[in-house]
């Protein structure tokens, strides 16, 4: 038995590996379609710092990075890279690299301090215009996300954050807010960023803002529930008052690592499916399907909440396009737990595994411990969105991997990062092949631009394509990947050929 199943999996490792090796090819940008969006990502609180200027209010990241012991490295976020200040010179930066697009977040309790929607902060609406007003003239279209997870503190403190419906209210002003004043010029929005993190990591593991654990399984569900009805409000203001005068487009970004049956045996195809649905299905079916996965709804019961009517409407195809962020893959295999386990990872009945049957790993690791590089991964999961959601535009919102930290190796090194050069190009060449199988994928981001706070690890990981000096005054340095880039992009005509 246990010989049959390693045979198997060998058998599924040299299927992967040959299919993926005849679509493996160096890509050139006009091997993309012309009107593709190459763009890259950041998110407010990981670059902008000025945490209290100009009338900014504090979020729940700034009170959780503040408290000793949550951020491993004991830093925070209060300076970060001081994008708030230096943004003209990352603009050049961007341009210079030739990304046509910047997809930014806009810090919610700089709009509104206290999070109500009563008193407006011109500071930051100044801020933001010039801002954008920079990103164009430099010819790059913003991509704005309403909600990167820095919801003002007051709004936690004052009355519970996501676990009340209230929030729904609160959400709508603000998103309406930047509607009003930034949408003449901003024609791509994205409501919420990753829902399911925020639910997760916020409510369940406790590693994110506010770093509520193990209360109650059920808070979690009610969290991801108020982000969706908060996601529903804000496109309907924005489809029955803006779209038609400003002509712009609305999506929403999930998180998705692509689940991968360990074996053809029914057992692991279903829990493949059902990890996709706890992550995938659990944004997506509501608005495509009008309630959440069956599944979930058959392992959870009324731990998961229910949609009114009205909710369902609100929510129906309350999408332009999807805003994908995916990073890696795992291969899945059942697990039987005792059903009276609410647990979010063992109610899923789906184990993770990072190795091929026989020992071998997935793909190399990157930096984060959840982190292998497995580009055939993201070919797999655009296809799996085109097809049980009936091909919806997509966009990759986020892609990319980390470096850690190490100052002690030679700062050339430190620029000339190899292993994130190939992650692109494998990592492209399976949306270029997913695009070719049929998925309508108009547009990829990097993440990310440069290196940032990243949450609960500080300063510890790199994820940028710009490296910045945190020892020396914050300057930024161009990496291997970023030089790979701009060739990339420049090449009009394709006449560079193969970029190594
Ligand atoms: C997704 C998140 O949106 C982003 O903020 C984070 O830095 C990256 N993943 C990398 O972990």
Not at 72 to 85: E, L, M, Q, R, T
Not at 395 to 420: A, C
């Amino acid at each position: 038995m246990g010989t049959t199943i390693l045979a198997d999996g060998l058998e599924k490792k040299r299927k992967i590996e040959e299919e993926w090796s005849s679509i493996y090819l160096s890509l050139t940008r006009p091997d993309f379609p012309p009107h593709f969006t190459f763009g890259v990502a950041t998110s407010a609180f990981q670059v902008e710092g000025a945490w209290n200027e100009d009338g900014k209010g504090s979020s729940i990241w700034d009170s959780f990075a503040h408290v000793p012991g949550n951020i491993c490295d004991g830093s925070n976020a209060d300076v970060a890279v001081d994008k708030y200040h230096r943004y003209k010179e990352d603009i050049e930066l961007i341009a210079k690299l030739g990304f046509k697009a910047y997809r930014f977040s806009i810090s919610w309790s700089r709009i509104f301090p206290d999070g109500f929607g009563t008193e407006i902060n011109l500071e930051g609406i100044r801020h933001y215009n010039n801002f954008i007003n920079a990103l164009i003239e430099n010819d790059i279209q913003p991509y704005v996300t309403l909600y990167h997870w820095d919801l003002p503190l007051n709004l936690l403190n004052s009355m519970g954050g996501w676990l009340n419906e209230q929030i729904v209210k609160y959400f709508a002003i603000y998103a309406e807010t930047c509607f009003s004043n930034f949408g003449d010029r901003v024609k791509n929005w994205i409501t919420i960023n990753e829902p399911l993190q925020t639910a997760v990591n916020g409510y369940c593991t406790g590693v994110y803002a506010p770093g509520k654990c193990g209360n109650s399984s059920s808070e979690m569900y009610l969290v991801a529930h108020h982000q969706l009805l908060a996601h529903a409000e804000a496109v309907s203001i924005y489809k029955n008052k803006y779209k038609d005068k400003q002509g712009g487009e609305i999506g929403l970004v999930v998180d998705c690592e692509w689940s991968e049956a360990l074996s053809d045996s029914i057992e692991d195809r279903n829990a493949a499916t059902r990890r996709l649905d706890f992550q995938l299905g659990w944004y997506l079916d509501p608005i495509y399907y009008g309630d959440y996965p069956e599944t979930m709804r058959e392992k959870l019961g009324d731990s998961l909440p229910h949609f009114s009517e009205r909710d369902k409407e609100l929510l129906n195809n309350s999408i332009d396009f999807v805003g994908l962020n995916h990073y890696t893959t795992r291969f899945v295999r059942h697990a039987k737990t005792d059903l009276e386990d609410n647990d979010f990872y063992r109610v899923q009945e789906a184990d993770r595994i990072a190795e091929w049957e026989g020992g071998e790993m997935i793909g190399e690791k990157a930096a984060s411990s959840w982190l292998y590089i497995v580009p055939w991964g993201l070919r797999k999961v655009l296809n799996y969105i085109c097809t049980r959601y009936n091909n919806p535009p997509v966009y990759v919102t986020e892609n990319g991997m980390d470096d850690e930290d190490d100052s002690t190796s030679p700062f050339h090194e430190r620029l000339d990062n190899k292993l994130r050069v190939s992650y692109y190009k494998g990592y492209l060449a399976a949306v270029h092949q997913a695009i070719k199988d049929g998925c309508d994928v108009r547009g990829y981001f990097a993440w990310s631009l440069m290196d940032n706070f990243e949450w609960h690890l500080g300063y510890t990981k790199r994820f940028g394509l710009i490296y910045v000096d945190y020892r020396n005054g914050l300057t930024r340095h161009l990496k291997s990947s970023a030089y790979w880039f701009l060739r990339f992009l420049k090449d009009e005509q394709g006449k560079n050929g193969k970029l190594d």
